[in-house]
């Protein structure tokens, strides 16, 4: 687990990596790899969290930001690729889906 700081708080935050890939197909030529979850230090995650995928095979710089209680990709940098926007957007309940299902399983 790495630990980072919130900038805006200046609170410790861990994040927590769960694996995607090959669990989801992404649309086109985009590859989902991993979520990574921000928690503050003795608390649970936060629905804000970033999914981390390759193009063309090639791991991509910036994630997707998405909001896990609303199973919804939050658009605050532009996707540009016309289409890829609503694609995600119908995949992005299954993420988190997936990240809700596998924390129950770590609970349980």
Sequence with gaps: MKHIVDNVNKIPLRIKTLDLAGRIPGPDSIE???VEL???EDDGPLSGARVRYA???VEQ???FPIDLHKGAFVATVPIQEAGLEEKLQKIGPEIARIVYDDLEKCRG
């Design 32 to 34: 989902l790899l991993r």
């Design 38 to 40: 921000y928690y503050y």
């Design 55 to 57: 193009r063309d095979g």
């Design 61 to 63: 710089e910036n994630g």
